[in-house]
């Protein structure tokens, strides 16, 4: 299943609940383990390192103080050709996770695949989380097809391009910027998550998640 598809269904099974309002004197409800796989997948999803995620229907192996202990991770997730392994878990669930210990100071299951849990510390790190965010935004934003062959074209022939430059050539979108964030949802460019959204974010095509039939 694609990191999309896996997308799909947890926001269909878990829709989040609205914050309080300010001023309402209500605290803010704790963070649940569906919304931190949620944003887990959209950052994957946004990562032109990562080929694929999917949940294991197996246990991994792990030697612990002598004993082979088995575990199931949430996601394998391939990055560049390497797999690992990877549990999702709130701060709550983190303290009794029975691989936490371990997982502190490096551990890779037997099979060679390195074994790591994210939690929301790392999941929704900044400035990487508020610009997934920004970047998911505009992914309903309709970009016209001239729009989008003058996108692509142009980093064919330029390779890499500044956010603000690579907009441009949106002439018929309200938004050109939001309209090259919106190809970067589909997969077909690059931007990076890492740093904050600025006019001079590097943007570049990305590889096709999918065989191209007409080697385009």
Do not use: W
Not at 47 to 63: K, L, M, Q, T
Not at 113 to 128: H, K, L, N
Not at 189 to 205: C, F, G, K, N, Y
């Amino acid at each position: 299943m694609s990191a999309q598809a896996i997308l799909d269904l947890s926001a269909r099974r878990s829709a989040r609940k609205a914050g309080p309002s300010l001023g309402s004197g209500k605290k803010a409800a704790p963070l649940t383990r569906n919304a931190l796989v949620t944003d887990f997948l959209a950052a994957c999803q946004l990562d032109p390192e990562v080929e694929s995620v999917r949940v294991p229907n197996e246990d991994a192996a792990f030697a612990l103080g002598g004993e082979t202990v088995a575990h199931r991770a949430d996601f394998e997730v391939v990055r560049d050709g390497a797999a690992s392994l990877i549990d999702i878990a709130t701060d709550d669930d983190l303290t009794c996770h029975p691989l936490r210990a371990a997982a502190i100071s490096g551990l890779t299951a037997l099979d060679g695949r390195p074994f790591s849990i994210e939690t929301a510390g790392s999941i929704r790190a900044e400035p990487r989380f508020t610009t997934m965010r920004l970047v998911l935004a505009c992914k309903r934003t309709p970009v016209t097809a001239g729009d989008r062959v003058r996108i692509l074209h142009q980093l064919d022939e330029v390779g890499t391009m500044r956010l603000v430059d690579c907009a441009s050539a949106a002439i018929n979108a309200a938004d050109g910027v939001a309209a090259v964030l919106a190809l970067a949802c589909e997969g077909l460019l690059a931007v990076d998550i890492s740093r904050p959204i600025l006019p001079e974010t590097q943007v570049r095509r990305r590889r096709l998640s999918y065989s191209d039939p007409f080697g385009f």
